[in-house]
Structures are given as C-alpha cells and as structure tokens.
C-alpha cells in the first residue's frame, strides 16, 4: 500500500490491515492456550511470540522478563489490582503512535481522574438517551435500503455503524458521515503502525504518522469551534472542555489527544463483536429460531459472545513489584500476558467452557476487560448491537447464511472476528 493520505484515508483498507497484522500465524489460540492451561498455568517466557502478532509494549515485547497467566482467578487477579499491574509501558508501545494523553497508558490516582471525566457520558443512564436515536438510524439509514436486494455482507454494516453512532457520542458534527469513515480510517491506521514484521514496519509507521497528523487536525477544528461556543454539550469532547484535571482545565491540545486516543476502539472493537454475535446466532442450530421468538435473549446472546470469542484475546500489564504465581517469582519490571482467550474457557470458572451456550449461568468474563481498565465503552456497544439484531430480524424475514459463499470464520491471534458475514433473506 502506498504512503500517500489518499490511502490513510481508505476504512476499508485499513480494517483489512488492521486484522492482517492482527491475526497472526495459523496456530489455533484456544487449542494452544487449553493445552498450556492443562500442562501449567504459568509460562514463563514470551507465550505470545508464538503468534507473531504485536502487544500494547510494541518494540518493548520481548526485551524484558516475561510471564504467561491462563487461569480465571489468575488472570482476574491482575486485571483487578491496577497498582501492582501497571499499563504505563504503553506509552512507549502501542502509545507511541498516539502522542499526547493516552487514557490506556494511564495508572493511578490520574487514571482514575481521568475516567471519572469520561464515565458518565457512557454509563447507562447516558447511552439509553440515545436508543430511540440509535434504532432509527439502523433502520432507516443502514438496513431499509437493502431490504429489496434480499443479500448483504452484514460486515459492511458493521463497519459503518459503530463509526456514526461512536463519533457522535464524542462530539463530532452529525451532518456529514463522509468525515467519520476519514477519521476512523485515520484511527485504524494509528492502530496498524504497531507492526512487528520488519518488511511492512516501515511502511505501517509512515501511514500512521500521516494518521496521526490528519486525526489531530480533524479534531481541534471541532475543539476549537466548541470552545468558543461555548463548550457546551454532554457529549465527550463538551465534557473534556468543561472539566478540570489535577486541579486545572484542559488545554486544547489535552483535548484534542484524550479524544483521539479513544478513537481506535470506539467503532474497530464494536465491529468485531457484532461479526461474531452474528456469525455465532446464524451457525449455532436451532439459535437463530429461539432469539427471533425471545429478543430478551440477545443480551445473553451478546455475554456468551464475549465470554466465547473475545474480541482481543489478552492483555499486558507490567509488574511494579515482586510477585508470585504458582511459586513462579515475577520480578519488579516483568510483563504479564493475562490470557484472556484462555480464562474465559478455564474449565474450574466454566461448566462445558468450550461449548457455546447462552443459557449458562451468569458469569463475569474478560472479553470487556475487567478491573481499572475496563472498556468504558461496553454499554455502548451492546445497545448498538441489541439494536441491530433486532432490526436485521425485524426486516430480513427469513435471513440465512448465503450458501453460495463461504462461511463466516472467527479467526485471529490478537484482535478476533470474522471477515465477512454473506446472508440472503426472503
């Protein structure tokens, strides 16, 4: 791919790049972590190397002592105690690309503050403001205009919508689309830049500096025009004007990077759950009949999802102290890989783990994270898509995966999804 704006521009493009680097070799993860789970649940050594995908420690992976946890209470235990397991060597990773306030890189009483200023405008109570909004927009807009062709790859859908809904929720102008898929281009080519392989690294580090430069633009026009209106608004972006942090308001430029570093997840993540909610509801038998006559099933629907196929599959965190697993010392300074791909199917937290089925008793899983770090954009996501699938069965009478074409596949080392969603209906 060339290096010109042209292609940092490209949604598409980049989604597909984004999953590339992301998917790693053709090991099979849950293969690989049952197999590690029920030999030890510690690894000492870089677990992940094995899948050649990259981590949040970027250049960091691999340059110091690291450690593999696969176990529900291990892998629990980490992602809960946010000051002995610390995220900020991600400033230095994956943040790099990000330049300026980056909540995921954040610890402590700072992070804290920081995600106090940004919980409520996704909190429930918030979100809900938006359902009717956010209903009518799937219909009307995205899904009424296919009705007639009776086939689609739902994927195209569930790329588009996480960005309208998402960006509007952050403050961005809702009165020309065109502009969220630029920004969330730009957003998933900062993403691809935290390339491992030495022959792409190049040219990935180029678009996501032409990414970075772009997105920053974008959003101090809008910061900038919102500050002299006023900053008024309950969105992201009037809630980050108004508020004050360690004991000052933010400057512009701390606005303008707060919101950018959100930007990666807020539609990218959302994407690949709904691909595997859907792909899992079409090929599960008998799953497809039960949610269109229940719809109080989809949340269950959605929790199971996210317990089974993970959008990303673990997380990193460092040490700031001494600590011991499994009579395993873990020096101050070390990684930890908490498997979360494996904890979810730990067979002492889960009954049958590797089968899927939406009436198991309710359980905490990690596929939103857990603890500190949790996604603060999780309920977010789960209305959009609770939407969407009542919608797609609502106007799709009938809708089956398309047998001319492949089936959807859930695949990936790090970054988890299918590809392509092909249905037809009635």
Same mark, same amino acid.
């Given at each position: 791919m060339s290096t010109n704006s042209t292609s940092a521009l490209d949604l598409k493009n980049n989604y597909s790049a984004v999953s590339e680097t992301y998917r790693g070799t053709n090991l099979d993860i849950h293969a690989v972590c049952r197999e590690q789970r029920l030999k030890s649940?510690?690894?000492?050594?870089? *677990?992940? #190397?094995?899948?050649?995908?990259?981590?949040?420690?970027?250049?960091?992976?691999?340059? !110091?002592?690291?450690?593999?946890?696969?176990?529900?209470?291990?892998?629990?235990? +980490?992602? !809960? @105690?946010?000051?002995? *397991?610390?995220?900020?060597? $991600?400033?230095? /990773?994956?943040?790099?690309?990000? @330049?300026?306030?980056?909540? &995921?890189?954040? @610890? /402590?009483?700072?992070?804290?503050?920081v995600r106090a200023l940004l919980q409520p405008a996704f909190m429930p109570e918030s979100v809900n403001k938006w359902r009717g909004q956010i209903d009518e927009l799937i219909r009307e807009e995205f899904l009424k205009p296919l009705v007639p062709q009776k086939k689609a790859d739902l994927m195209e859908f569930g790329l588009e919508l996480p960005i309208r809904i998402m960006y509007a929720l952050m403050g961005f102008p809702s009165d020309d689309p065109s502009k969220y898929k630029q920004y969330a281009a730009w957003a998933l080519a900062m993403v691809g830049g935290n390339q491992i392989d030495p022959a792409k690294m190049e040219d990935a580090r180029k678009r996501a500096g032409i990414a970075v430069k772009g997105l920053y633009d974008a959003i101090q026009e809008v910061v900038v025009r919102r500050r002299a209106e006023g900053s008024q608004g309950d969105d992201v972006i009037g809630r980050l004007l108004r508020a004050e942090f360690e004991g000052r308001t933010l400057d512009d430029h701390e606005v303008i990077t707060f919101t950018r570093s959100l930007l990666p997840a807020a539609g990218e993540t959302t994407t690949r759950m709904f691909g595997s909610v859907m792909a899992l509801l079409l090929t599960t038998p008998g799953l497809l009949e039960r949610v269109k006559a229940d719809r109080s099933l989809i949340p269950k629907l959605m929790d199971e999802t996210t317990r089974y196929e993970p959008v990303a599959t673990f997380k990193v965190?460092?040490?700031?102290?001494?600590? %011991?697993?499994?009579?395993?010392?873990?020096?101050?300074?070390? *990684?930890?890989?908490?498997?979360?791909?494996? #904890?979810? !199917?730990?067979?002492? #937290?889960? %009954?049958?783990?590797?089968?899927? @089925?939406?009436? !198991?008793?309710?359980?905490?899983?990690?596929?939103?994270?857990?603890?500190?770090?949790?996604? $603060?954009?999780?309920?977010? #996501?789960?209305?959009?898509?609770?939407?969407?699938?009542?919608? $797609?069965?609502?106007? *799709?009478?009938?809708?089956?995966?398309?047998?001319?074409?492949?089936?959807?596949?859930?695949?990936?080392?790090?970054?988890?999804?299918?590809?392509? &969603?092909? +249905?037809?209906?009635?």
């Amino acid at each position: 791919m060339s290096t010109n704006s042209t292609s940092a521009l490209d949604l598409k493009n980049n989604y597909s790049a984004v999953s590339e680097t992301y998917r790693g070799t053709n090991l099979d993860i849950h293969a690989v972590c049952r197999e590690q789970r029920l030999k030890s649940p510690i690894y000492e050594g870089d *677990f992940i #190397a094995q899948f050649g995908v990259p981590t949040n420690a970027g250049v960091q992976q691999g340059t !110091r002592p690291t450690f593999a946890l696969f176990k529900y209470q291990d892998v629990m235990a +980490v992602l !809960r @105690d946010g000051n002995t *397991f610390t995220s900020g060597f $991600i400033a230095e /990773g994956l943040g790099a690309f990000f @330049d300026g306030l980056v909540i &995921l890189a954040m @610890d /402590g009483e700072p992070h804290r503050k920081v995600r106090a200023l940004l919980q409520p405008a996704f909190m429930p109570e918030s979100v809900n403001k938006w359902r009717g909004q956010i209903d009518e927009l799937i219909r009307e807009e995205f899904l009424k205009p296919l009705v007639p062709q009776k086939k689609a790859d739902l994927m195209e859908f569930g790329l588009e919508l996480p960005i309208r809904i998402m960006y509007a929720l952050m403050g961005f102008p809702s009165d020309d689309p065109s502009k969220y898929k630029q920004y969330a281009a730009w957003a998933l080519a900062m993403v691809g830049g935290n390339q491992i392989d030495p022959a792409k690294m190049e040219d990935a580090r180029k678009r996501a500096g032409i990414a970075v430069k772009g997105l920053y633009d974008a959003i101090q026009e809008v910061v900038v025009r919102r500050r002299a209106e006023g900053s008024q608004g309950d969105d992201v972006i009037g809630r980050l004007l108004r508020a004050e942090f360690e004991g000052r308001t933010l400057d512009d430029h701390e606005v303008i990077t707060f919101t950018r570093s959100l930007l990666p997840a807020a539609g990218e993540t959302t994407t690949r759950m709904f691909g595997s909610v859907m792909a899992l509801l079409l090929t599960t038998p008998g799953l497809l009949e039960r949610v269109k006559a229940d719809r109080s099933l989809i949340p269950k629907l959605m929790d199971e999802t996210t317990r089974y196929e993970p959008v990303a599959t673990f997380k990193v965190r460092e040490t700031a102290r001494d600590v %011991e697993f499994h009579g395993v010392k873990i020096p101050k300074g070390s *990684f930890v890989q908490c498997m979360v791909v494996s #904890a979810n !199917r730990d067979e002492d #937290a889960f %009954e049958n783990p590797e089968v899927f @089925d939406i009436d !198991r008793k309710l359980k905490p899983s990690f596929g939103f994270g857990f603890g500190p770090h949790m996604c $603060i954009g999780q309920f977010i #996501a789960k209305v959009e898509i609770n939407c969407s699938i009542n919608a $797609i069965l609502d106007l *799709f009478p009938n809708i089956r995966l398309d047998p001319t074409q492949p089936a959807p596949v859930i695949e990936g080392a790090q970054l988890r999804g299918t590809s392509s &969603l092909p +249905v037809i209906w009635d």
